[in-house]
């Protein structure tokens, strides 16, 4: 029996105890996974055996008692849902089209299981085309780990989308989505989403691999080489000879920490060049090298490490010692620590996509929101930064907008009629254009109408302050307005709610400006359905400018003033609800030369004619 002093001991104990852990279930636990895998190569039959060893441990509260692996290679083949998906929406990937349907037995992909053991016991699975569904022999308990075992086979397909073989740059392996990969499970359950050519979800883990292939080939991606001075082929360290191999093949092996996703490309022509920066990254880039590459790839090689060195200092330090640029899939892709980007291009398109995939580090790489729920949340902030960093780069004139493209694709989405809310499953766009558009571009200005509404430098800090809350958690859209309303203590679960779960639109409009005595009246009309804070810029007969600031009530409070912006003289809030606004001007009408709402353009007014007037 417990006496009186060990009995509030205990209860003091079992205080804590419970304290603690309803702090740990108010955190967002993350699964993790370590795979070990060794795969054997045949760039004859361009066929390949593979082997798994997989330690999931569960960190969530839930009992598992199954698991889900996805199997994309299984889409390249006539059917599949990815290619009845691009043979039946109205505007179809032309990279796709209905390539898929003709591919033949021997330019087909897949990827099969054949064993899959937990701790040693049989697993009840089927292979459902891109999904295995596993029924597990015993649950898997919160906050333990088990052993998965697989052996696998597969097909590399024809080069069609992002992965396969004999790309029409003549690469010829993009070794993409290749092995069995254990599906996401999170606060949402478990997403074990069918491939139908979109966007990737995955779990942070350690990757061991070992890929065994023809002696001739060059091999690039993820992961930092562990066997430099056996395999050579530009990998070796100054002044160490590579033993010749006594097979025909050598064995590659990789180790990559704490990453999502394990990609490699292979060619026999790769030219590697290395480029060593002064904060320990270490930048690759591989290519074959001819007429059409050799210039400009060379002259990438400046370009990559400006764009990191800039990404790091403005959105979260590169968290990996190694970027891979690697000439291969069907466009540009990004992967951790490495893209694959078709070669072909002028220097600014080369550019251009190696700064995207790059940027994709950060968001897609480090953040890894849920890509197919929210695919705006990584394409969207990749371009927005991406726009950032090819201005710095490439040195425009301040005065310049870099987010113009973005403004010109959600304009072109509106006019469409096509837009459907950012909320939208990545895969359950009704069409690719309102997809593209919607994620890309209206996913950019999410961050461009913030920086209007909270001011630029309280968004630039907020960015740094997303990467150091969220890298390595998993964000949502909630979590990134939090952070937005932590930095700028205002409100603005309105704009989220506006933004991403509607198409409403912004249109503001100058009605009149009147004359009232020795005072102007000026009317402003908000003719479309979101609602925004205005910054009215006024110019007088003299050139001098001022602002006139009206934010919205439901934001609760003000952006500070913005640096290089015209000096504030009259702030008034604006209920939403009030389709009109009538300010007093405490200015002659004679001595005004014009009213305009946003002059910066930054807001994302889908008519701006009306947003003028001059006298």
Known sequence: MLNMKNSCSFLLFLVLMGTLQVNAQSDRWQQSVSYKMEVDMDVNTNQYQGTQVIAYTNNSPDTLHRVFFHLYYNAFQPNS??????????????????????????????????????????????EVETILEGNLPQPILPFTTVLFETRFEGQVPLQVRRAGRDSEEGV???????????????????HANPYIGREFYGIWGDFDVRIKIDKEYTLGGTGYLQNNNEIGHGYEDEGVKVPTPESDKLTWHFNAPRV???MWAADPNYTHDKIEMDNGVTIHHLYIKSSRTASNWEKLKSYTPAALSYMSEHFGEYPYKQ?????????????????????????GSLVGVMVHELVHSWFHGVLGNNESLYPW??????????????????????????????????????????EEPLATHADHFHTNVAYGSAAYAKGALFLVQLGYIIGEETLANAMLRYWNTWKYRHPNPNDVIRVMEKESGL???????????????????????????????LTLERKGLMPMPLDVVITYQDGSQETLYLPLAIQRGEKPEEKGKPKRIHTERWPWVEPEKTVTIEVPFRQIKSVEIDPSERMADINRDNNKKEF
């Open 81 to 126: 849902m990815m290619d009845v998906r691009s043979r039946t929406i109205a505007d179809p990937d032309r990279r796709v089209g209905d390539r898929i349907s003709k591919l033949s037995p021997e330019e087909i992909g897949y990827l099969h299981v054949q064993q899959l053991t937990m701790n040693g016991l049989p697993v009840d699975y089927e």
């Open 172 to 190: 010829r392996y993009s070794m993409s989505q290749w092995y069995p990969k254990i599906s996401n499970y999170d606060y949402q359950g478990w």
């Open 260 to 262: 999502h996703d394990f």
């Open 323 to 347: 970027f891979s640029v690697i000439q291969g899939g069907d466009g540009g892709m990004e992967y951790p620590m490495s893209t694959l980007i078709t070669g072909h291009r002028t220097l």
């Open 377 to 418: 949340m990584d394409e969207g902030f990749t371009s927005y930064a991406s726009s950032l960093t090819m201005a710095h780069i490439f040195s425009e004139q301040p005065s310049e907008n870099p987010h113009r493209g973005s403004f010109a694709g959600y304009q072109r989405l509106v006019e469409s009629g096509l």
């Open 491 to 521: 409100e603005l679960d309105w704009f989220k709610e506006y933004w991403v779960y509607t198409t409403k639109t912004i249109d503001y409009a100058i009605k009149s400006v009147k004359e009232d005595g020795e005072n102007t009246l």
